[in-house]
């Protein structure tokens, strides 16, 4: 088939409105940064903490409805062996967003923190908080490459392009507009991306419901027509791994640094909390479209389509049947609107985690250990270069894979199984300490690979219980075995760091294997705590004394 030159033509204006936004947004926060007292930097990476509120809204949504989120949810739809019931993405991101805001704004936005990472430097110190920045990075990377790799495979069903030029295109122009204003061009071109994403998928669901080759979705939701229904069951024997992945997405997205960008980026912890709630409804609403997209697929005849037999998941095509339905069910010029939300929700994810990597990189590694000295204006190269690198890191990575599972279980995995208990026991558990992060750290990973996956072809070493082959033949963890080890990690951290502070303050062993001189900080914890202050240097001593001397 030749090259849709209408749908490329749509594409093309829908890429030159993206970043002129972004253009516009970076020429907008320059201004900004003329009348900011703040430095350079937190202008850069959080708008100042002065982002507006519908902004910040539509920018945390943005980033959370994907590429991934709207194949996703339609693939498990369609696909007969799983069904509405395991696309789960919807109901776990409002759970998400409700923790965040109830329980995780607060202790981030008050101490004004500039990313996810600074409570672990602040308690930890820079080596080990060094090693936990590694697998948030990871998934950023990961985060990156399974965006590109989703419009790859829309633009390639839809308008004939080939791979290679779908992901070098989308990758170019959403590195520049990053590069150009930092958050707020992000923030400023997510608005223009949310609205297209409503939009687009909207408008092509009565195209979908009112084809000719399909039955009524309410007929097929619960009856064998073409394939199985597409409400799909939980057999009581699947039960373990339906929690399970609920869990990872639930609460493997308060890992992420983009998540704590836009929290940190609020003029304030009320207003925090109002973004991740209104944000919460914005998901539900939006995953809505996706769901009907793969039910009209289940209900499809396809043989009487241009499409014919094998079908879709037959021809193991089921990753696409969001693009191949929108292409043999609905007319062209609906078609190219569709892959508009398509391109639109992964430019909108993927400039979220370069723009997250980078203030990683460059707040927590160059700016707090390589260079303490670095200049504003050396710190803006620093994160021109790093969300470069990431995108081109990205980028690579998708000519290794295509999968847009791979990538997406992968990051999320280690978000869940490393460091969500990390951040949980940083933030919550005064007793935690670098003795007990170092055992949960390796206790996760080591637990996390010898469980195995499926998917890229890991076998489990570890056999929970209900281990065995899945309908598709693969050796397969019907256990929640993540959420199982993502517990074991939490309570080995509070357990460790406990008896570590038990051993040190309790002069059990000598100062001098302290590595992580726990004694002395917990010495000036419980100084601070007392209301007094520490014996630094004779100074302190001497105001110490003169507060006792003057006392009533």
């Not at 308008?159 to 707020?184: D, H, N, R």
């Not at 409804?281 to 479209?289: E, N, R």
């Not at 195995?452 to 963890?477: D, H, V, Y």
């Amino acid at each position: 088939m030749a090259l849709n030159v209408p749908g490329l033509v749509v594409m093309a204006v829908f890429y030159v409105v993206i970043l002129g936004t972004g253009i516009w947004a970076s020429m907008r926060s320059k201004k900004v940064e003329k009348k900011s007292t703040g430095d350079g930097m937190e202008l850069t990476l959080l708008a100042g903490r002065n982002i507006n509120l519908l902004v910040g809204i539509f920018t945390l949504t943005a980033t959370w409805v994907g590429g991934g989120f709207i194949l996703g949810i339609a693939e498990a739809t369609y696909n007969p062996t799983l069904g509405a019931v395991w696309a789960l993405m919807p109901v776990p991101y409002v759970v998400t967003f409700f923790l965040g805001g109830f329980f995780f704004a607060k202790p981030m936005r008050e101490n004004k923190y500039m990313t996810m990472m600074d409570p672990f430097q602040k308690k930890y110190g820079n080596v080990l908080s060094s090693a936990l920045i590694f697998p948030a990075l990871v998934a950023d990377v990961l985060w990156v490459a399974r965006t590109l790799v989703s419009l790859a495979g829309t633009m390639r069903v839809i308008l004939e392009l080939p791979y290679v030029y779908s992901i070098i295109i989308s990758s170019v122009v959403a590195i520049v507009y990053t590069l150009l204003g930092g958050l707020y061009s992000v923030a400023y071109t997510d608005v223009i991306q949310l609205i297209l994403i409503f939009v687009s998928l909207w408008v092509c669901v009565p195209f979908l419901l009112t084809n000719p080759h399909s039955v009524d979705i309410s007929l097929s939701a619960y009856n064998q027509t073409f394939q199985a229904p597409w409400v799909g069951t939980v057999e009581l024997n699947e039960a373990g791994k339906w929690f399970d992945d609920f869990m990872l997405l639930a609460l493997g997205g308060l890992a992420y640094q983009a998540f704590y960008q836009r929290i940190l980026s609020s003029s304030s912890y009320t207003q925090a909390q109002m973004t991740c709630f209104a944000s919460a409804a914005f998901c539900l609403v939006l995953g809505i479209p996706s769901v009907l997209v793969g039910a009209v697929a289940a209900s499809t005849d396809w043989n009487t389509t241009a499409y014919g037999l094998p079908t879709p998941y037959q021809r193991e095509q089921a990753g696409s049947i969001l693009p191949i339905a929108l292409q043999f069910l609905t007319p062209t010029y609906v078609s190219v609107i569709g892959i508009g939300a398509v391109a639109a929700a992964v430019m909108s994810s993927m400039d979220s985690a370069l723009l997250s990597s980078a203030s990683l990189f460059s707040s927590n590694i160059y700016k707090n250990i390589i260079r303490k000295q670095a200049s504003d204006y050396e710190m803006q190269w620093v994160i021109r270069i790093s969300v470069v690198a990431v995108g081109l890191a990205g980028t690579g990575l998708t000519f290794l894979d295509s999968s847009v599972l791979v990538f997406w279980l992968v990051g999320v995995d280690m978000s869940y199984t490393i460091m969500f208990p990390q951040l949980v026991c940083v933030l919550f558990f005064k007793v935690s300490n670098g003795y007990g992060a170092c055992v949960g750290y390796i206790l996760g990973l080591v637990m996390r690979v010898l469980s195995g996956e499926p998917l890229i072809g890991l076998p489990p070493a570890i056999r929970f219980p209900g281990c065995r082959l899945n309908k598709e033949g693969k050796l397969t963890q019907f256990f929640p075995f993540r959420t199982t080890i993502m517990l074991m990690s939490l309570v080995s951290i509070v357990l460790f760091s406990w008896l570590a502070s038990i051993v040190f303050t309790k002069n059990l062993l000598s100062d001098k294997w302290d590595v992580f001189d726990i004694k002395r900080k917990e010495a000036q914890t419980a100084g601070a705590s007392d209301g007094k202050l520490p014996d630094t240097n004779e100074d302190a001593a001497a105001a110490r004394t003169l507060l006792r001397t003057t006392s009533c």
